[in-house]
Structure formats: structure tokens, C-alpha cells
């Protein structure tokens, strides 16, 4: 270990135990030193791009202009979309259907951030020096208020009890037709982070996916917690974490979608439904799309080397896109950081703003997780700034962030693909009993803020009432953790 890491690690033994930091250390110093001697630490990109000394040098580094770029994305952009209020537009059609009530849906499954620890033990120490508690390594106290709880602790991540429970509740209660799983499934203790410990977790959920939902088309996709080195994936290379997935996932992908996943974890597949004999139906026309959003997180530390368009992510979602357009094809899109969250980098997230805009008409939704938290954002369009779509980020199955264990599930206008009702499932964790189902209804979307629908421009609104009204913004508030911390 490096004197930088002695020092790195001492200052961290202030808040954590000395063996988790020396953890921390092992898994992120490496990664952090290597890549920025790749780039950052070069003399000709210091004198030039850092210190701004060598200008009249060529240094070879250049700084592209994201207004260039996003010129390019729009310079084709369709002239329906002009006004910028293709969604909006569609659900005013849907709202003056006189037969609305009967007309078919769809029902959607999105949950995220399991972050399931098979450790975790009811009546330990929720309390302690480590990044998560609630283990038997922990001790077990006598003062009932430090003890874990049987279904989950805040602060903690979840006993496996949660999700075999929400499974109880997908497959009894919510029936849906389709699940996309957003990704983290591995605890949050990233200082013992190993390719046997991580690789044990995405198999566990993988068999209890093949036992538990198996009546349903299931979209899965890595979230930062999948990675064997924490948070960061290697795009000059495929990462062993999407070589070992594409066994486990297999069975989820055709033989395109698998092509493109290899590459780098992400990929484009038909929407399929299951039919009452067994078999898969593809839902013609309609896509879902998963994007890998490692290209954009701030703690992927090989991104202080690997710049621009990391995995050509972007060229690829753009020239998928283009493809559906052609084809008059529309799509759902699914990933794991949103990108209007502070994880994500801005200027990635700028350029994916434009593709978003560009294709207004084509993504119809989209879902992300990440931060644990129920939250929705809106896109706008680059030029005029006008609502053109809406982000759902769904709350966490984990507990860490001190909220209950939420999920959702959409239902979905089959003919436009456009979600109507945005329906919340919570577990409270501190009211229910031993041996009881925790998961129960909570609430949806335009019924708890009094919405019109769940368009673009009623987002908007929705978000001045926020800015505006007390009691609204601490609804959100407490919505937001669903009765957590
Ligand atoms: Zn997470
Ligand atoms: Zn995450």
C-alpha cells in the first residue's frame, strides 16, 4: 500500500472500522492512480487542458464542444416534433377517447436497488463501525431498540425475506406482463467487494427470478453495486461481471440483443409478453431499450481516462433510434443512474438530453433508480426548454437510504405505449408483524397529487405546485422515502 493510501485510509478509520477502510483502499486506490496516469497526470494534457500553459502547443488533447454534438443530434430532428408536445398531444387524444375506460393496457413491474444482504440477521446490532450493519458479526444486543428488525432496518440493507415476499405479492396481487429490473442486487459493503462474492449475489436473484417470476418477460440490466470493482467498469474491455451475466441472462435476450450486450451491457430487445401456453409473443413495433449508464457515473473511475463517449453508448443509442424511427417502431427506455441526478456527468447527460429530444416521439417512458428514492423528472428540449417526456425513478427494494422498500408498477396504454397510472407497492418495515406479508398498496401517482394525467406538461405543473404549496412539496417529501427516515 502506498504512503497516499496510509493516509487515505487513516483519515477514513476516523468514521469506519481500520479493516474496512484498508478495503475501500484495495478496491479503489488501484483504479483511481491507474487511469490518471492515463490521461490527467500526462505532462502534454496537464500543460495544456489543466495548467493552460502549452495553448500555442499541439498537444493533441482536444475539448469537444457539446453544442456541436447536440447541433448534429438535432440537425435532423423531424418537423411533427417542432412544438415539442408529441406526448403531450398524445395524451390529450387519449383523454378525449370517449371509450378511454376500455381501452387495453399493459402492466409494467419496475423494481430496483435490492441490494439484498445474505448476512443480515434479525436481532443484530443495527449499529456499528462498518458501512452496513445488522450481521452477526455485529453482536446481538439486549436493548431492543438497537436490534434489527425482522424485515429490514434502515441503515441496513434487506434480509432475502423482502423479496421473496415481494415476489409472493407480484405473482398474487399485481399480475403484471411485464418486469424490467434496474440493477444493484450486491450490498453496499463495496470494501470486500470480490468476483466470487458479487458473482454469488447476481446468481442468487438470477434462481429466484427462474423459481418465483416466470410467468413474465423479464428485462434485467447492471446497476454500479454489480460491478466487481465497485462502481467502475472497464469500457476499453468487456468486464467479467457482463461475460458471467450473459450466461446467467441468457435465457432474456435474442440472439441480437445478446450480440450487443457482449460488447458492453447494454442492449435493445422487442417487448414480448407471455402467453397462457408458456410461450413469449413480441408486441410489434414497441422496444425496450437498456441503456448502461456506467458510461455516466461520477464514481466510475475509468472514466477519468476513458472520455467522450465511453463504450459509444450515445452512438449507439442514437443509431438504434434512428433505426425504430425508420421502421415506424416506438420504445420504452429503462437504466439504472437517471440522468438528471448529480451521479451522473453532466456532459453525458447533456448530449443524452439531446437524443432524448430528438427522439421525443420514439422513447415513449422511461424508468431509473439508483437514487432510492421515488422521485419523477421531466425532459425538456434543448432549444425551446418544453416538457417532452417523463422520467419515473423508482424508490429502492433496499432499505439503506433509510426509506420503506418500494416498487412500482405501470399500466400502460397498449395502443400509444404511454403509462397512465403510476401505482407504488411499500413494505413497512416498522409495522409489520413477524410472518406477516409486508408488501402492501400504497398509492398512484395522480391520485395522491391530484393530477390530470401523467403527461409531460401535467409534470410540470405538478412541480410548480411543489415550488408554490407547502403542503404538496412535504407530500412529495414523505413520498419520496415512503414513510422512511
Ligand atoms: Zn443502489
Ligand atoms: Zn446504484
Given at each position: 500500500m502506498s504512503s497516499i493510501e496510509d493516509s487515505l485510509v487513516a483519515a477514513c478509520s476516523v468514521f469506519l472500522n481500520w479493516s474496512t477502510c484498508a478495503g475501500f483502499a484495495n478496491n479503489f486506490a488501484p483504479i483511481v492512480v491507474s487511469n490518471l496516469l492515463k490521461l490527467n497526470l500526462q505532462n502534454n494534457y496537464m500543460c495544456t487542458n489543466v495548467l493552460g500553459l502549452c495553448a500555442d502547443y499541439n498537444s493533441g488533447y482536444v475539448t469537444l464542444d457539446p453544442e456541436q454534438y447536440i447541433g448534429g443530434i438535432l440537425a435532423d430532428k423531424p418537423a411533427i416534433l417542432a412544438n415539442d408536445d408529441f406526448i403531450d398531444n398524445l395524451y390529450k387524444e387519449i383523454a378525449a377517447d370517449p371509450a378511454k375506460d376500455q381501452r387495453p393496457t399493459m402492466k409494467f413491474v419496475h423494481f430496483t436497488d435490492i441490494h439484498m444482504d445474505l448476512l443480515y440477521r434479525a436481532g443484530a446490532s443495527k449499529e456499528c463501525a462498518d458501512v452496513i450493519c445488522c450481521r452477526a458479526?455485529?453482536?446481538?444486543?439486549?436493548?431492543?431498540?438497537?436490534?434489527?428488525?425482522?424485515?429490514?432496518?434502515?441503515?441496513?440493507?434487506?434480509?432475502?425475506?423482502?423479496?421473496?415476499?415481494?415476489?409472493?405479492?407480484?405473482?398474487?396481487?399485481?399480475?403484471?406482463?411485464?418486469?424490467?429490473?434496474?440493477?444493484?442486487?450486491?450490498?453496499?459493503d463495496q470494501n470486500s467487494y470480490t468476483y466470487d462474492y458479487v458473482t454469488s449475489l447476481q446468481k442468487r436473484l438470477d434462481d429466484w427470478f427462474g423459481s418465483n417470476l416466470t410467468n413474465y418477460a423479464l428485462y434485467p440490466l447492471e446497476g454500479n453495486h454489480d460491478f466487481v470493482e465497485p462502481n467502475s467498469q472497464d469500457f476499453t474491455k468487456q468486464d467479467p461481471m457482463i461475460a458471467y451475466n450473459l450466461q446467467l441472462w441468457d435465457r432474456y435476450f435474442d440472439d441480437q440483443a445478446k450480440a450487443v450486450y457482449a460488447k458492453h451491457g447494454y442492449y435493445s430487445q422487442r417487448l414480448r409478453t407471455k402467453q397462457a401456453d408458456g410461450t413469449m409473443k413480441d408486441v410489434e413495433g414497441v422496444n425496450v431499450i437498456a441503456v448502461n449508464t456506467e458510461a455516466c457515473y461520477s464514481m466510475n473511475f475509468y472514466l477519468l481516462s476513458q472520455r467522450n463517449d465511453p463504450g459509444d453508448v450515445l452512438a449507439w443509442l442514437n443509431e438504434t433510434l434512428h433505426g425504430f424511427e425508420q421502421r415506424g417502431e416506438i420504445a420504452v427506455l429503462m437504466a439504472h443512474h437517471p440522468p438528471g441526478d448529480a451521479d451522473c456527468l453532466y456532459q453525458w447527460a447533456y448530449r443524452f438530453r439531446a437524443i432524448l429530444d430528438r427522439f421525443q416521439h420514439i422513447v415513449r417512458w422511461s424508468v431509473y433508480g439508483h437514487v432510492h428514492l421515488e422521485?419523477?423528472?421531466?425532459?425538456?428540449?434543448?432549444?425551446?426548454?418544453?416538457?417532452?417526456?417523463?422520467?419515473?425513478?423508482?424508490?429502492?427494494?433496499?432499505?439503506?437510504?433509510?426509506?420503506?422498500?418500494?416498487?412500482?408498477?405501470?399500466?400502460?396504454?397498449?395502443k400509444t405505449m404511454l403509462p397512465i397510472k403510476s401505482h407504488t407497492y411499500v413494505l413497512d418495515i416498522t409495522n409489520t408483524e413477524i410472518g406477516q406479508q409486508g408488501w402492501k398498496y400504497s398509492h398512484e401517482i395522480t391520485a395522491r397529487y391530484n393530477m390530470t394525467d401523467l403527461s409531460p406538461s401535467s409534470f410540470v405543473a405538478l412541480a410548480e405546485r411543489i415550488r408554490d404549496n407547502e403542503d404538496v412539496a412535504l407530500l412529495y417529501q414523505r413520498t419520496q422515502s415512503n414513510g422512511g427516515l
Open positions: 458479526s455485529d453482536g446481538y444486543p439486549t436493548n431492543a431498540s438497537l436490534q434489527a428488525g425482522p424485515l429490514g432496518t434502515f441503515g441496513c440493507d434487506i434480509p432475502v425475506d423482502v423479496v421473496t415476499q415481494m415476489g409472493d405479492i407480484i405473482n398474487n396481487e399485481v399480475k403484471p406482463d411485464v418486469i424490467l429490473w434496474g440493477g444493484d442486487v450486491t450490498p453496499h422521485i419523477m423528472g421531466v425532459a425538456h428540449s434543448i432549444k425551446n426548454k418544453k416538457p417532452t417526456g417523463v422520467h419515473f425513478w423508482s424508490g429502492s427494494v433496499s432499505t439503506w437510504f433509510e426509506v420503506n422498500p418500494s416498487f412500482k408498477v405501470f399500466e400502460v396504454d397498449t
